[in-house]
């Protein structure tokens, strides 16, 4: 059983425990999407069109989606049409299905615990400490 997960830098950063030597490796940044694609011709049927019609324009206005994350939100939407499919026809889908489906929309940050950790690419707009007082000590 693994132990527990790395501390964020944030807060080794507030702790005065970040070190320069252990900073993560930077990521390759993918160009971003910033107008909504049109679904691809080969999605299997209307409900996965228009499930990209759905999720494209968020992904877009979150900077969520980038160039090299087309092809999986265009499996998504396949697998979710394909998923509506088997609904509509009074079947079950697989679990290899289902659990495919929950970690492609995990990867998206389209769950409410995903959320938080999917990070828009291209953010230009560096964070500051929100916790930092330039030096001044707080109010009594």
Known sequence: MPGPGKKPASLKV???????????EPSAELPVVTEVPKPPSWLPNAHAVKE????APILVANKLLSEGGLSALAMLCSLHGKLVQLFAAGEAP?????????????????????????????NDTPEGNKFARNGRRAAP
């Open 14 to 24: 507030i702790a005065g425990t970040e070190r320069k030597d252990r900073a993560a």
């Open 52 to 55: 990209w019609n759905r999720l």
């Open 94 to 122: 697989v679990a290899s299905m289902v659990a495919q489906y929950r970690n492609l929309i995990n990867d998206f940050g389209l769950t409410p615990v995903a959320q938080g950790k999917v990070k828009a690419v291209g």
